[in-house]
């Protein structure tokens, strides 16, 4: 079946105006991740969402940084006003039903976006 | 921040040889995973180790668990070109659901 998809594949934006990241996760999967890569950073966890409860958003950078995900599925990462420092590679992974933390997850392609 | 600590942080080895790298972290952890990521994109699962497990073999992969240490090892086995890419640690910490990322093993295997 799809894996995780994640779209566009590449951003190019200028600093201080507003970029949206999309996510599709695997049909089925309840629980959403959204996770960012840099290289000063490493891998940093951003939001995660489980079914209808209230999301994880402790991750969060700043509050120029929301994401919504709708009807349980797909996800889209906001960045109001972009900085440089949020050049960086967004990932996306979702995971089965069930305590969403003790399965694995699975990781889409990311979106690499870059702040001129 | 990141909860875990790799090392090496680069290993090059020629094919057929074995990889080994180590990963250490610091608070109580439910499980440990460890992925591959090639070209910096799309992380790909290997294998998930519980913390009441101390040993778990996949294939060519070897991993294990000394939660009194508080570290974790993969070995790749009868390496191959294609095993070239990054290698990460990740934890789930005890009571919690989200990944906690080691800082990662470049590997290279030379053909």
């Known amino acids: 079946g799809a894996g995780v998809s994640q779209s566009p594949s590449n951003k190019v934006t200028e600093k201080g105006k507003d970029v949206e990241l999309r996510c599709d996760p695997i049909s089925g999967h309840t629980a959403l991740y959204w996770y960012r890569q840099s290289l000063g950073q490493g891998l940093e966890f951003l939001i995660y969402f489980q079914g209808n409860s209230a999301p994880d958003k402790s991750g969060l950078p700043s509050d120029r940084f929301s994401a919504e995900r709708t009807g349980g599925s797909v996800s889209t990462l906001t960045i109001q006003r972009t900085q440089q420092e949020d050049s960086a590679v967004y990932l996306c992974a979702s995971s089965p039903p069930g305590l969403g933390g003790y399965n694995e997850q699975f990781f889409g392609p990311g979106t690499r976006l870059t702040v001129l | 921040s990141q909860q875990g600590e790799e090392d090496p942080q680069a290993l090059s080895i020629q094919e057929g040889e074995n990889a080994t790298m180590n990963c250490s972290y610091k608070t109580s952890i439910n499980n440990l995973q460890w992925y591959r990521q090639n070209s910096g994109r799309g992380l790909v699962h290997l294998i998930l180790?519980?913390?009441?497990?101390r040993e778990k073999h996949s294939g060519r992969l070897r991993v294990t668990l000394d939660t009194s240490k508080k570290s974790s090892s993969l070995l790749i086995t009868a390496s191959r070109a294609a095993d070239t890419a990054s290698y990460f640690c990740?934890?789930?910490?005890?009571?919690?659901?989200?990944?906690?990322f080691g800082g990662g093993t470049r590997v290279l295997v030379k053909p």
């Open positions: 180790i519980r913390s009441n497990e």
């Open positions: 990740a934890m789930i910490k005890a009571a919690g659901n989200k990944l906690t």
